[in-house]
């Protein structure tokens, strides 16, 4: 038993400063309780900030902005702001957005008053952590914890990730030059936009994945338009095909994978993008009695809370739907319940931003879903190339569609691919939010041109079909 003094005990000990983290400290900090945070690294923000959502974020809008790809249904095929384009230059502006974002954070967790430490937490018992650091080690007691340690890209030992030419996506924005050819296996979230983005850089990008359709929990008209747009870019997949050597060829100077059909594909490099391992081995949640599943998953009930009833964990070490926008409100929520403050996320009104180019995002179930639960619906469908702002913005191919209740006329669920969709999408989970109908949309004043009007075209087509 640890020896408690006002020095080293808090209300709450929050582990880990990414997202979860962070508005769980945040939280609890305005509900006047004394916080600490322990982060391992020594940049804070987590996942989010320095390897994952933000860096690859900003990469993506330095690959718009100097690709000038949006442009070219314009100034033709061959148009770019920047000729030879390189890392130094994709990697500038991310590099200049991370440093803004960590000092945003720095100074909200500052201002909150919440105590950072900086070393490895791991428990030693049920209500102690050990905190250790290049400057030694100290103890810290608290009568709660939330547990938002992250995750980490899963590895295989058979494959020799080098960080240069055979990486994964932690090592992305490490990259000295750009590939010619990329080999991306692995087609979740995750591989399909960085597969994206370097394609339309013109790298020439072969998918790989053992899977036989990708994002499965996507709408399928949306899916099929996202790999008529790849295919544009030149992107080749081959799915339902299981990778079994990854390799570096020497006297060629090429990356190899061999797959399982008995076909070797060949590139200059290759992104290993499989998923996540989450970082609970590393907190020595044994001593808390907790069992981890296979990929490090910590398991909550609805309030965030694991079988300890003061110990509680959210983000992306309690697995789907990880991402930064979901640990977020779980971090926060996890505080509202340790202090008996009431809060609920709706699950079905979770939206989903998938930043392929063209970037992806929905809120609500597919057709698919729909059909298998046997729920009636209607479709109305908006193409951006019918849109005054779409041809603007030099994007034929984008659409927006709502699925809504033939019947009650009721929104079920809105599906977008093309720009700003991850923005406009917030639009239709408003509506869904408050339990209204597709009328608004076709009642509704909308700025024009915007892409936002879709909302209105769509619900005219969707009135149509009646
Ligand atoms: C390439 C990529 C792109 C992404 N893009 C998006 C996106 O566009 N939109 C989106 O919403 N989400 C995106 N995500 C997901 C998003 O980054 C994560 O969902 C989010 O960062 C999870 O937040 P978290 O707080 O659970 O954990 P993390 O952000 O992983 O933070 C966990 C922190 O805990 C620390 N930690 C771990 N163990 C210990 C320990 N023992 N002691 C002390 N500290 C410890 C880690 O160092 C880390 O800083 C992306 C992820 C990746 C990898």
């Given at each position: 038993m640890v020896e408690t003094t006002d020095n080293n005990s808090y209300d709450l000990v929050v582990i880990g400063s990414g997202p979860a983290g962070q508005k769980a400290a945040i939280c609890a900090s305005k509900l006047r309780k004394k916080v600490a945070v322990v982060e391992r690294k020594r940049s804070i923000g987590g996942v989010c900030v320095n390897t994952g959502t933000i860096p690859s974020k900003t990469l993506r809008e330095a690959i718009l902005y100097l690709s000038g790809l949006r442009q070219r249904t314009f100034y033709g095929r061959g148009y770019a702001v920047k000729d030879n384009i390189c890392m130094q230059d994709l990697v500038f502006r991310a590099d200049a957005v991370m440093a803004r974002e960590i000092e945003v954070i720095k100074s909200q967790l500052r201002r909150n008053r919440v105590a950072v430490y900086e070393g490895n937490a791991r428990f030693i018992d049920d209500h102690t952590v050990e905190v250790t650091s290049d400057s030694g080690y100290t103890l810290l007691r608290g009568d709660n914890f939330v547990i938002a340690c992250g995750t980490r890209p899963a590895h295989d030992a058979s494959i020799p990730i080098d960080g240069k030419r055979i990486f994964d996506s932690d090592q992305v924005n490490g990259l000295q030059e750009l590939p010619r050819e990329l080999i991306v296996v692995g087609a979740g979230i995750i591989g399909l936009e960085y597969a994206s983005m370097f394609a339309a850089l013109g790298v020439k990008v072969t998918l790989l994945d053992q899977r036989p359709v990708l994002l499965d929990f996507a709408d399928r008209e949306i899916i099929e338009s996202l790999c008529f747009q790849l295919r544009q870019f030149g992107t080749v997949f081959r799915l339902g095909e299981k990778v079994v050597n990854v390799g570096f060829d020497e006297d060629r100077d090429r990356v190899f994978a061999k797959l399982e059909s008995g076909k070797t594909v060949h590139g200059s490099a290759l992104l290993y993008a499989v998923g996540r391992q989450a970082n609970s081995d590393q907190v020595n949640v044994g001593a808390l009695g907790l069992t981890p599943d296979a990929r490090g998953k910590l398991l909550v009930d609805a309030n965030f809370q694991?079988?300890?009833?003061?110990v509680y964990a959210a983000g992306?070490?309690?697995?789907?739907?990880?991402?930064a926008s979901t640990s977020m409100e779980q971090g926060r929520l996890a505080s509202c319940h340790i202090f008996g403050v009431p809060g609920n996320i709706p699950p079905n009104l979770i939206p989903y931003g998938i930043y392929t180019i063209p970037e992806i995002s929905m809120v609500g179930p597919t057709e698919e879903e729909l059909t298998r639960e046997k729920i009636p619906y209607e479709t109305g469908t908006a193409r951006y190339a019918e849109l005054a702002k779409g041809q603007m913005l030099g994007d034929d191919e984008g659409f927006l569609k709502l699925i809504f209740d033939p019947a009650t006329l009721k929104l079920i669920s809105v599906h977008i691919i093309g720009e700003r969709a991850t923005e406009i999408v917030h639009i239709g989970q408003a509506v869904l939010s408050m339990g209204g109908t597709i009328e608004y949309f076709r009642d509704t004043v909308f700025n024009y041109p915007t892409l936002a009007e879709a909302y209105k075209v769509a619900a005219l087509d969707g009135l149509n079909k009646l």
């Open positions: 694991t079988s300890v009833p003061h992306d070490v309690i697995g789907f739907p990880a991402l």
